[in-house]
C-alpha cells in the first residue's frame, strides 16, 4: 500500500519568448522518468526566494537563461510519484520567465529534451488539467506576459 504526504510545494519556471513571427512560444523539458513535457520545476530552495529557485531550476533543466519575474502567474498540484512507492502532493507556484539565451550545455542536457511550443500545443501536451487550462488562458491572453518586458530591468 502506498502512503501519501500532503501539500509539498514546488516552484516551476516558465520559459517563454517571442520568436521571428511574434508569436508567444514557450520551452518545455521532457521529465527523467517518463519523458512526459513539463516545465522546468522542482523543489523550494533554502536561502533563496521562490522565483529565484525557479531561475535555477530552468537553468539546470532546460539550460534556459533570462529574467524570472517575482510574481507567480499560478498554481497547479500533481501527484509526485517518490521511492518506495510513496507519493506526495505538489502544489507548483508557477513563475514566469523571459529567455534571452539558450545555453548549449546545461547541467541536465544529457537526460532531458528541450523544445519550444506554442501555448496552445504546450497545453495539449501536458498531464495536468489545472497546467492544461493555465496554459490555454495564457495563450487567450498572451498581453498579461507582454506586461513582463516592462518588469525586466534595464541592461
Known amino acids: 500500500m502506498s502512503a501519501t504526504r500532503h501539500n ?3 516552484i516551476a519556471a516558465l520559459p517563454l519568448r517571442w520568436d521571428r513571427k511574434n508569436r508567444l512560444r514557450v520551452l518545455m523539458v521532457t521529465s527523467r522518468d517518463r519523458g512526459r513535457w513539463i ?3 522542482g523543489w523550494t530552495m533554502d536561502g533563496k526566494k521562490p522565483w529565484q529557485a525557479a531561475k535555477i531550476e530552468a537553468l539546470e533543466e532546460a539550460g534556459a537563461v533570462g529574467f524570472v519575474s517575482d510574481q507567480p502567474i499560478g498554481n497547479y498540484h500533481y501527484m509526485k510519484e517518490l521511492a518506495k512507492g510513496q507519493s506526495v502532493l505538489c502544489r507548483v507556484t508557477v513563475y514566469p520567465m523571459i529567455v ?3 545555453k548549449l550545455r546545461w547541467k541536465e ?3 532531458r529534451k528541450r523544445h519550444w511550443f506554442s501555448l496552445e500545443e504546450a497545453a495539449k501536451l501536458v498531464e495536468e488539467k489545472a497546467l492544461m ?3 490555454q488562458d495564457l495563450a487567450q491572453t498572451p498581453d498579461i506576459l507582454t506586461a ?3 518588469l525586466r530591468p534595464a541592461a
Do not use: S, V
Open 39 to 41: 516545465m522546468p520545476k
Open 133 to 135: 487550462t493555465m496554459l
Open 8 to 10: 509539498a510545494e514546488q
Open 148 to 150: 513582463l518586458e516592462d
Open 100 to 102: 534571452d539565451e539558450l
Open 109 to 111: 542536457r544529457e537526460q
